[in-house]
C-alpha cells in the first residue's frame, strides 16, 4: 500500500515546481524581454526565421489558426467530461479553473506587461513582433491543457501520456515561433505561466482528494521516453524546416538555438509534472496489481 509520505513527497514536488515556474516567468521578463542582452537574442531568433522554408511557416500558422474562443471552450468541456467519466468531477472543475486562469492571466499580462525598443535591431522584427506580447497566449493554451490533460488522467497511464503532453505543448510553444507569432522569450514565459496555475491546481486538487496510488513498473521508461521524443522532435523540427546551406548556418542557428530551448523546456515541463503526480489518484476504492496482488489505494495524502 502506498504510504501518505508518498502523497506529501507529491505535495513539495509541486511547490517546487510552482517556485521555479514563478521565478522562470519573472526572470524570463526583467532580465531578456527588458534588457538589450535579451532583445539581442529574441531579435537573433527572430531574424534568423525568415530563412526558414516557408511551407513549414505556413503550416504552423494553419495550426495555430484552429486557436479560436469555440477551441478553448471544447478544451475545458474535454477536461471536465474525462474527470466525470472517473468519478472526480470536483478534479474537473479544479482542472478547468486552472486552464482558464492560465489562459485569461496570460492575455492580462500581455495587456499590461510593456515592451519597448532598446536596440538596433528591433527596428526590423516584423510589426507584430514589436509590441506587448509576454506570455504567448497560444502556446499557453496548448501547454495548460496538455497539464490538465495530465491533471484529471489516470495515475496509471499519466507518466506515459507526459510524453503525448510534450508533444501537445511544443507543438504550439515552438510553432509560435516558426509561425513568426512570438518571441522565444514569449514561449519561454507561456510554458513558465502554464506550469504557474497547473502545478497550483495540482496543489489543491491533491490537498482536497488527493489518494495513494501504485507508481506503475519501471516508471523510469516513461521519463526516458519523453527525452527521446523530444530529440526526435527537435531533429525533425531541423530537417523540416532549414533550407540553408551551410555557408549560412550562423544566420539560422540563432533561431534554432531557441526553438531547441523551448521545446526541451517543453518536456521537461511535462515529464516534471507526471512524475509529481506518479503516486496519486483522485477516486477512492481504486485497486492496483503490484507483485501479483492487488492493493487498495484509497489512502488519504491531504
Not at 290 to 302: E, F, I, L, M, P
Request: net charge positive; hydrophobic share 55%.
Amino acid at each position: 500500500m502506498a504510504s501518505d509520505k508518498s502523497g506529501r513527497i507529491s505535495q513539495r514536488g509541486i511547490v517546487l515546481g510552482l517556485a521555479v515556474c514563478a521565478v522562470v516567468f519573472i526572470l524570463c521578463y526583467f532580465a531578456v524581454v527588458n534588457t538589450p542582452w535579451g532583445h539581442a537574442l529574441d531579435d537573433g531568433a527572430s531574424l534568423g526565421r525568415k530563412m526558414l522554408n516557408p511551407k513549414i511557416v505556413t503550416l504552423n500558422a494553419r495550426v495555430l489558426d484552429l486557436v479560436t474562443g469555440g477551441a478553448v471552450l471544447a478544451a475545458a468541456g474535454i477536461l471536465l467530461l474525462i474527470a466525470i467519466a472517473r468519478r472526480c468531477t470536483l478534479i474537473g472543475v479544479i482542472a478547468v479553473t486552472g486552464f482558464g486562469s492560465a489562459v485569461v492571466g496570460a492575455e492580462i499580462f500581455k495587456e499590461t506587461l510593456p515592451w519597448r525598443t532598446l536596440i538596433r535591431e528591433d527596428r526590423f522584427l516584423e510589426v507584430t513582433l514589436r509590441v506587448a506580447s509576454y506570455p504567448s497566449g497560444h502556446a499557453t493554451i496548448g501547454t495548460a491543457f496538455a497539464l490538465g490533460l495530465l491533471l484529471v488522467s489516470s495515475a496509471r497511464w499519466r507518466l506515459w501520456l507526459g510524453i503525448a503532453a510534450g508533444g501537445l505543448s511544443s507543438l504550439f510553444s515552438a510553432g509560435v515561433l516558426f509561425a513568426g507569432w512570438h518571441r522565444p522569450s514569449d514561449a519561454i514565459g507561456a510554458l513558465a505561466w502554464s506550469g504557474c496555475c497547473m502545478n497550483l491546481a495540482a496543489l489543491i486538487a491533491i490537498r482536497l482528494r488527493g489518494h495513494s496510488s501504485i507508481p506503475i513498473a519501471n516508471a523510469e521508461h516513461a521519463v526516458f521516453g519523453s527525452i527521446g521524443f523530444g530529440i526526435l522532435v527537435v531533429a525533425g523540427s531541423w530537417l523540416a524546416a532549414s533550407t540553408v546551406g551551410p555557408g549560412h548556418l550562423h544566420v539560422i542557428l540563432p533561431f534554432f538555438a531557441s526553438m531547441n530551448l523551448v521545446i526541451a523546456t517543453a518536456f521537461l515541463l511535462t515529464a516534471w509534472y507526471s512524475w509529481q503526480l506518479r503516486a496519486v489518484d483522485w477516486t477512492t476504492g481504486t485497486t492496483a496489481k503490484a507483485g501479483g496482488r492487488k492493493t487498495a489505494t484509497a489512502v488519504q495524502n491531504g
